[in-house]
């Protein structure tokens, strides 16, 4: 498996319909607990005063994790920045 | 309790005695996981690539987290980033 | 308690109806009034030349400052940058 | 009376040597202290997880602004970035 | 008296009204013309290449300053960056 | 298998001694080459006119990246930036 | 022959008529394949999270290197960052 | 006389009228081509994959550089960056 | 004549000999004042809360200008950034 | 032939041996001018206030570039950055 961290700054533009973004809105969240359920989306904490957040994702491969992302439905409307995690050395659970 | 978010890039001077880094990176290892086992520091991850790790701090408030961050002993040696987390309306672990 | 300091840059897109953006801004500065009068909002200043601002927010926690400033009537037009505060050992108010 | 905002973030050598870099800490804080009994510096906060302060400065003008930062025994192991600050038309202690 | 430096970037909308923009540049040459006079903006000159000017504005306090670039006509099309000056040390002119 | 590129920015100080860093240079020079051998490491070039690489490294994981770079005798001097890789969909060996 | 690293990021405006960019986003898979298959771009990654990609062209020289560039259909909408890379003292397939 | 070195980088809205933008572009080329052949502009070169120039300007001064250059057509879709340049010691023509 | 602004940053080593720094530092001074005299150097000002200045200079053209700086005792120990000055057609002094 | 662009900017340490210096700068100044005879590099400015040049090389392919800016004796003590250069469409001399 493959630890990855993101974070994900949202920048809904101020003219698009308030039905159409309701809705993203909504399937984003439905998608993204689906995937936490999953265990897919280990973390996600939204980053204070900011429409943003920070997600730890936990997938076989950057295959899997960018088919993920890109099938997000803010995806259009989101910066993602990933960094690839390796275990620490001082990680008391770390093997 | 105060959830944070904490990136630490560590920069030790080339011409820092090796003994005395040796000690130093030791008392590192032993300080950090006396605060995992304690339940301070839940998350550390290394960066691929870097000597840098993304951490995840849960303590008491901002005061408790700085009086933890500037006693590890590489703290004259980092450069930290610290960001105050949320909880995520999506997060299914929440609420 | 926790003491955060936050920059509030204000962006409101040219084309916005001048009757919205007056509404906005109205409910905004009474939104931000109530919030000081609540003692949640100690100190805000104009930064000179700029449509921003820089505030000190003391609040319960993240999550309360997230809920707080997520609600005001700008947040969708601000770029908010938010950063932890802890007491300075200096500090001659301090403890 | 002028008001400013700064943000010092501190950065002696490593190789300085330790009771010389005492001093010069005592010395600040002492420095520091008297300047807040004055009332010229009413507000100093550390950032959480930096060598790094956030100040409100209370000031006659720049002149006096500048005299007193570049006094501070730390001066010249600091950078320091100064913000003019001006009244803000919602705050409620205002005019 | 307070002496600041400002930078200031215009950005103009491409789909403003050309009248509507032709009538903001000419209010905005006439006040900047009319503060310039009052001997509030001893200096702006034009950065080379750039539709951006440097400028000096010599006034009480940052409160003014503010009050008289906000009320620019082209305010709302500007980036504004404020630089607080004191006097140099080895300036003839001082003292 | 997991790919990544990485630039790497090697900062050798001024002062080492000229034996160490020609040691640590062809030490660096057969370590990449034993890589590449087995694989490992598929591309490396030159940024033209900087002391510079942009490479290709193809591993089981983060884990087994991170032991890879930090092993190389020019770790210590060097500036790691990891992007992680996925197939892209017009990639015509992708499959 | 010249080879070049090209970061390509993808910004297609969110009121483009979604035929027009179907119609694009297709013409320009086609032509990618169509160099890919004369051997002119061979290698082409997607960044895992990001609408992007890293790409290596192999062309005779800049001047064919941007006209490539600029005919693709996807041209208008991307912020493309070339960097020239030489031979790479430690490469294997090195002459 | 005067040298000037400038980058171009060309941003034309998307929803530009194609005529008033083909319009635009020829007048830019014939402006150009009319200043090269006055000795003004000894020098444009393209950056490879980037929809921008560097270029070389031989003026009497800044005042005529600016006049030039806040003509062209595509002025109000520039973003341009100037640097003054001096002789350089090395330069076998100079002197 | 040509105009300039320009930035400069002082950054003197903190293990210079104190001695020796005086020296520059005298022969700095005295070297731009008699420069203030000369009339190339009609304004310099200080940064509040920075060892730095900003200046305005009067010159025939970028090789005096440059010859004058790098001709300043603190040259080796400063930043220096240059911007040409255009006259502002809104500048009541001009024409 | 390849055409490229290249900004230097030299940072010798300040405590570098003064004669290893001048010896450095005057086989950098012969090795220039060498180059400048044999064609391979048309142009060399001082940016004007900076230890720093601009310069157009006009050179076989970027590993002859590599091989030639790696041989300047300045080359450890200097930053380059490069950029590949094409023919401009409104280049008179083009074509």
Redesign the interface.
């Known amino acids: ?6 974070r994900m700054d949202v920048r809904i ?2 003219d ?1 319909d308030p039905d159409v973004r309701a809705d993203i809105v909504a399937r ?2 439905a998608y ?2 689906e995937l ?2 999953a265990g897919k989306w280990p ?9 943003s ?2 997600s ?1 994702l936990d997938v076989a ?3 899997e ?2 088919t993920m ?2 099938a997000l439905p803010l995806f ?2 989101m910066e ?13 659970n770390a093997g």
């Open positions: 498996m493959a630890l990855f961290h993101a533009p101020h698009l984003e969240k993204s607990q936490q359920r973390h996600i904490w939204r980053i204070a005063g900011e429409y957040n920070i730890i491969d950057a295959d994790l960018h992302l890109s259009p409307y993602i920045k990933v960094t690839a995690l390796a275990t620490h050395p001082s990680d008391i």
